[in-house]
């Protein structure tokens, strides 16, 4: 706790947190409230009136060496990793799916729901970075079904060329699953 009492340090000190909502949950249990930073010392990648913004940027594995290719079939990643994001659209998904479809995912199966998803879908279990930045290269879509808000991989996607069809909120129409895209 040397630092906490030494504002010579703390002034210099910039810590980063990639998805910008670092101030909602203030509380005294939250290591990132524990240490007196002004919030415009906060770094991230997620423009925002507390932090300051790094500018945008995918977080992955790029490599010149193998790069993805413009031509790319209708294979789509269903994008989100608990079962709970993908309730109330199997309409949507059986239709991409007669439609002739290849699609993917990363849903893994809880305690309390399984993924609400048919024998068709390509599923992928506990996905490394590299590993994801290897399927990124075949996709040529990746859908969005309201959750996770503000997630990296959206980014990581676009980077290999991947487009995101980003779904906006029912509850207004206006809000979009990743805000940071819908600025761009």
Known sequence: R????????????????????????????NYR??????????LSAHPDDHNTFLGYFPHNLLSNDDPPSSERGRVGLLYGKKP??????????????????ELHTTCKDTEENECPFPPEIIR????KPDEFAQLMKQF???LGFKKPEGSPSPLVGLSYGVT??????????????????SRL
């Open 124 to 127: 992928h279990h506990n996905v």
């Open 33 to 42: 409230f524990q240490v007196p930073f002004f919030e415009r010392q906060i």
């Open 164 to 181: 995101f069809l980003n779904p906006l909120r029912k509850t207004n129409g206006v809000d979009t699953q990743h805000k940071t895209l």
């Open 84 to 101: 709970e994001y993908f309730q109330g659209h199997s309409e949507l998904i059986t239709a991409l799916l007669a439609q002739g479809f």
């Open 140 to 142: 040529a879509f990746m």
């Open 2 to 29: 040397y630092y906490n009492n030494n504002s010579a340090i703390v002034c210099k000190v910039r810590p980063m947190y990639f998805f910008g909502d670092w101030f909602y949950g203030k509380n005294d249990n």
